[in-house]
T-cell receptor, first 112, second 114 residues
């Protein structure tokens, strides 16, 4: 069965650079969630989209923005990167708000 | 607000031992409850879920029962294998006023020795 696809899988950036993470949900899933997982920590919710509209916002820095496109894929844009942004970034998709979430493999971002 | 608390790890067991990982939650309304598993270097995989009180989720020999009276969702397995070594996350999702986002416990690392 098709799963959630994330790209790139690994990303290395310098401080103050920008990064764009992409997420392709499971076909027919209309809801996307983004989470950030620091080393040894549990995933923390960043932002979510339902039918291309932002549905909820968590502890996402103002330097980050995201959107969901007409084909339901989503992109997380991160600017003015800081060392503390180094983490695993997961995307999850579901069918409708509150549906069971299925996670992608994650993007490991390292900021030097 | 909503929260999830798991027993601290790491938990080290011998192969074929019985496993229990405790999970309790605080939530308004009627959340759905989940266990996710994360193998080293990988993403989160859904292990099992329960959407209402007294539901039992089960998968791959793992079980958990949604207990509203004790606000718990403990994970159990009768006989663990070395391949079960991973980090286990308990999570809840509340649609009302929460948008369905997952709130995770801190994770419990399980190490199974041959």
């Amino acid at each position: 069965a098709a799963g959630v696809i994330q790209s790139p899988r690994h990303l290395i950036k310098e401080k103050r650079e920008t990064a764009t993470l992409k997420c392709y949900p499971i076909p027919r899933h209309d809801t996307v969630y983004w989470y950030q997982q620091g080393p040894g920590q549990d995933p923390q919710f960043l932002i979510s989209f339902y039918e291309k509209m932002q549905s909820d916002k968590g502890s996402i820095p103002d330097r980050f923005s995201a959107q969901q496109f007409s084909d339901y894929h989503s992109e997380l844009n991160m600017s003015s990167l800081e060392l503390g942004d180094s983490a695993l970034y997961f995307c999850a998709s579901s069918l409708g708000l509150g549906g069971t979430q299925y996670f992608g493999p994650g993007t490991r971002l390292t900021v030097l | 607000g909503n929260s999830v608390t798991q027993m601290e790890g790491p938990v080290t067991l011998s192969e074929e031992a019985f496993l229990t990982i405790n999970c309790t939650y605080t939530a308004t309304g009627y959340p759905s409850l989940f266990w996710y598993v994360q193998y080293p270097g990988e993403g989160l995989q859904l292990l099992l879920k329960a959407t209402k009180a007294d539901d039992k989720g089960s998968n791959k020999g793992f079980e958990a029962t949604y207990r509203k009276e004790t606000t718990s969702f403990h994970l159990e397995k009768g006989s663990v294998q070395v391949s079960d070594s991973a980090v286990y996350f308990c999570a809840l999702s509340a649609l009302y006023n929460q948008g369905g986002k997952l709130i995770f416990g801190q994770g419990t690392e399980l190490s199974v020795k041959p």
